[in-house]
């Protein structure tokens, strides 16, 4: 390669498709690629590539979660996608002595993974959906600017499911009754988990909405909003509300602009000032418990979310109690001051509750099902427990 220097040059980090390996190729940006993460998500990728099946290929959706969170905290690496990644050995996935019927309920990261897995070893596998797309809660994930990746593990099942013959139905609310009628040999029940709901005065007043409203374009936000609860959920509500327009992870320009990387190579290690774009709102994140905002988010990513919402001039506060809301705002006593924040919504995510419901009454049929994922419990849920319950419980059957 022609250029800044005279020795080979090899380009990495987020090359996670063959297209955009292809790109950095023709374009002339390094004479070779390297890639490590999009192994992990999955170990075919060379041949799938090679043989122009890309659409098949298991998408490293760079949380960082199994991977570099894994090896920093002196666990085992593995992959969110791909709980096979490293423990090959122990998780298998082999052909069923006998093929059976299952029915799989609920499509998100658990029902899907479970599916996926059930079918490739041999299973005949009924997937229900109650909403018209698969992905479950991923379909919110991947609206969060920086997490558009996701929907990339939404194609690759739908991928799967095709290709292992899965009869999906979308659009289906599955109950116990038709459930035991269709006489399934097993049934496994993914069927997520519902925002939890908060017990303060005006908890109903039309400001309060929750994160699933919102991302799903189901709310409307005004100039001015508090978010109650800092997890995970909470820092990503802060971030979709915190852009406006063309998401910064989808436009190069943007993207430099917003971190203050110097495209031109003039200043010394090409860092120049970051010009984040204003907030388009005020927005405060709250949460009850003493101490810093974002301590238990990812080890490796935790840091890009906590400058991210900085650079937005997101205001942080710990230690508050809810008292109520009405129409001049959100009432709070914060260190022992009362506080009013006069904001037109109030959002909330204060965690999850888990849907057992379809279980509950299966087992009041007297079935036993297999409960995974959020409907089994929904405490420190994330993906990659879902798709690792999934694909455990799968590999059994
Ligand atoms: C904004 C946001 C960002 C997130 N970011 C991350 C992240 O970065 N990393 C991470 O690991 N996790 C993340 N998560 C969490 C992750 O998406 C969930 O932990 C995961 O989706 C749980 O999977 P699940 O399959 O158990 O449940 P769900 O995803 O809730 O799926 C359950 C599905 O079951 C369907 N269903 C329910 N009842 C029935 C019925 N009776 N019949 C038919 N269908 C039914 C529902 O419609 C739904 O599609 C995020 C979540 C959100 C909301
Ligand atoms: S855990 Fe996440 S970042 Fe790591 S390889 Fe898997 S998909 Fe990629």
Redesign the pocket.
């Known amino acids: 390669m022609m250029g800044e220097v005279q020795i080979p040059l090899i380009a990495t980090n987020r090359i996670n498709t063959p297209e955009i390996a292809e790109q950095v190729l023709e374009e002339g940006c390094a004479d070779m690629v390297s890639m490590a993460r999009p192994f992990l998500a999955d170990p075919e990728f060379a041949i799938k590539a090679l043989e122009k099946r890309s659409n098949e290929i298991n998408t490293c959706i760079a ?1 960082n ?1 199994a991977c570099l969170d894994h090896t920093f905290t002196m666990q085992i690496c593995s992959c ?1 996608v791909n709980p096979r990644a490293c423990h090959e050995t122990e998780l298998k996935y082999e052909a069923a002595s006998e093929q059976k019927k299952i029915a799989v ?8 993974a479970a599916a996926h897995v059930l079918s490739l070893r041999g299973h005949q596998v009924s997937l ?4 018209d797309e ?8 991947k ?2 600017p920086g ?1 558009e990746e ?1 929907a990339e593990t939404i194609r690759y099942f739908n991928t799967q499911l095709q290709k292992y013959k899965v009869t999906v139905h979308l659009g ?4 116990a009754q038709a459930l035991v009628a269709h006489g399934f040999d097993e049934i496994v029940v ?4 519902t925002p939890r709901r908060v017990q303060f005065e005006g908890a109903d007043h039309p400001k309060v909405v929750d ?2 409203e919102v ?1 799903t374009g189901n709310a409307e936000i005004g100039s001015s909003v508090a978010i109650i609860g800092a997890g ?2 909470g820092f ?2 802060a971030e ?1 509300l915190a852009h406006d327009g063309t998401p910064v992870s989808q436009e190069t320009h943007l993207y430099m602009k917003e971190w203050g990387v110097d495209m031109r190579y003039e200043t010394g290690g090409a860092l120049t000032l970051a010009k984040p774009a204003p907030s388009p709102r005020k927005i405060f994140l709250l949460k009850r418990s003493k101490g810093k905002h974002g301590k238990d988010l990812g080890k490796t990513t935790g840091w890009i979310h906590r400058s991210s919402l900085a650079m937005k001039k997101v205001e942080m506060l710990a230690n508050v109690a809810y008292r109520k809301v009405d129409d001049q705002g959100l009432h709070i006593l914060i260190d022992d001051d009362e506080r009013v924040l006069e904001v037109d919504n109030v959002v909330i995510c204060a965690g999850q509750e888990p ?1 057992r ?2 279980a509950q009454d299966l087992e009041a049929m007297g079935t036993k099902p297999h409960v ?5 419990d929904a405490k420190e ?7 690792y319950e ?1 694909c455990h419980l799968a590999a059994k059957l």
């Not at 289906?172 to 109950?175: C, I, K, L, M, T």
């Not at 995974?372 to 089994?376: H, L, N, S, T, V």
């Open positions: 949380c979660q969110l309920i609920g499509g998100g990261p658990a029902g899907m229900f959906e109650q909403q698969l992905g479950g809660q991923f379909l919110m994930a609206e969060i997490k996701y289906v609310r599955a109950d993914a069927t997520g988990v994160y699933a991302l995970g959920i990503d509500v979709f849907l419901a379809l995974i994922g959020g409907a089994r849920l994330d993906a990659e427990r879902a798709i999934a």
